[in-house]
């Protein structure tokens, strides 16, 4: 019997499906024939990607010239996403993905291109020496001859993702001037964490295993970051843009400017590159240029990452 339950363990691993690990969307927009040239122009504009209504990154891109993969004619991407970075805004199930594109010159006629891909834990000798992953399910979808604004949507399922409490909660459909004084406190406090001896910012990032706590500790370039000036601030209500996403997130922005100020400028007054480059991965990941605020069943607000 033990034989024979092994030999049907075995069996289900074999014929088990892979399990998708990442999505990943690739677009670019472009000038010129893939099929016939070697390389194509990128088209200059501005790239915005959202996921279930919620902005995560937006892209200047440059006029450059993209190679083309000799045998199957691939355009590079001009913007690349995995989902799997984009953090806790995926949910556990069904999401949307929608790029939208603004062409500098929107008289001038290009080609755009998303392509999407999933990646699996089916091994495979493809995808580097540990053989970890392979791809599926790639699509693509061609807009030919096309001007102006683009925009590509484009569902997926992401049973890789987290599933946190807030997902569940009610959308905001609006805010009173008490909610915003509450959300703004929130960001208040959330700048107090940046001052010695930095024991809240520690906490805060005690779980991002990309940021390693106990490294950034042990480099102290949060405290050389301080010691040369940087800074970080919240602005005041007034200076806020606050937009509903139809979930529960409500997304902040500051109408001129990062959220918490932090910019090129910022870390000019560190000069080892090492501690700038710590210090700034550190408070770029605390401080966003944006951030969403949720309300709890309880009527408090919470800050989401």
Known sequence: MKKLALAFSLAFATIAPAAVMNVEFKFTPFSGDPARDKEVTMVPGKAEVF?????????????????ITPESHDVGPGVAVPISSAGSVVRKGKNKFRLEFRPNDAAKFYDAQLRWSFLSDQPTHDLGPDGSGSLTNEGVDD????????????????????????????AVTSLTEDDKKKIVALLQARVAWFQPN???????????????ADDVRKAQCLEAAYKAGVR?????????????TGGPEVMVARE????????????????DEET????SVVLASVYPGRIGAVHKPDGAWEIVD
């Open 232 to 244: 970080v601030s919240a602005p005041q209500a007034g200076e806020l843009n606050f937009t509903m």
């Open 51 to 67: 996921i279930n209504n919620v902005p995560i990154a937006e892209e200047e891109l440059r006029e450059e010239k993209l190679a």
């Open 256 to 271: 001129n400017g990062t959220l918490f100020g932090l910019d090129e400028k910022t870390f000019a007054g560190v000069q």
């Open 143 to 170: 807009r030919k001859s096309t001007k102006g604004k683009v925009v590509f949507e484009r569902d997926f399922t992401a049973a890789f993702a987290l599933d946190f409490p807030w997902h569940h909660y009610p």
């Open 198 to 212: 930095f024991s809240a910012l520690y906490k805060a990032i005690e779980d991002d295993e990309s940021l390693k």
């Open 276 to 279: 700038q480059a710590c210090a």
